[in-house]
């Protein structure tokens, strides 16, 4: 028969191992959020550049239409004193001082010509609508000055410079974007 051995009295735990791995979990659930966190505010950046872009690309796609639009005009437009609701920028453009220095305040959604309605781009078989934006870009041209002599070369010809400021609208209304170009032409 077997001899019992006597067992030794069961030692008393001290938990160590429980703390220790609540610990390792509490380290392993911040640095998870702080991924999360990371990941999130990434994503946002991405958006924001996205909505920029779009608002670039908008404005440069009204300013585009614009120039061509007065580089084919046949005849000179009519000269707007006062950048208001009276004058029709479709078929005129605004008189050099007209448009305010600061682009930023011109009244863009009640004077300025939407892309897509003549002017401003499509008309009759134009590109169309800006794609994928808050709002269409819109364009403002300004008979900026009139050049009598030579400007690079040697023709003594008449010159008209034309100032066109584009805003466009990207994603949403808190990216806009205001490009400007100066185009010369011989007179119509």
Do not use: K
Request: proline content about 5%.
């Amino acid at each position: 028969m077997h001899a019992r051995r006597p067992q030794a009295a069961p030692r008393r735990q001290q938990g160590a191992i429980l703390i220790v791995s609540l610990l390792m979990l509490l380290v392993l659930t911040l640095l998870a959020l702080a991924t999360m966190r990371a990941a999130t505010f990434e994503e946002r950046m991405a958006g924001n550049a996205r909505d920029v872009n779009l608002s670039f690309q908008s404005a440069e796609a009204a300013l585009r239409a614009a120039e061509d639009a007065i580089l084919t005009l046949n005849a000179e437009p009519v000269r707007c004193l006062v950048l208001d609701a009276s004058c029709n920028l479709l078929t005129a453009v605004a008189e050099r001082g007209a448009v305010p220095a600061d682009v930023r305040t011109v009244p863009w959604n009640t004077v300025a010509v939407p892309y897509g309605s003549g002017r401003g781009g499509a008309g009759a078989g134009g590109p169309g609508a800006v794609e994928n934006v808050a709002a269409q870009p819109r364009v403002v041209v300004e008979h900026f000055e009139t050049i009598d002599g030579p400007l690079m070369d040697a023709d003594d010809e008449v010159r008209l410079v034309y100032r066109v400021t584009a805003r466009g609208v990207g994603g949403t209304e808190a990216a806009q974007t205001i490009v400007e170009s100066t185009l010369t032409r011989y007179p119509y």
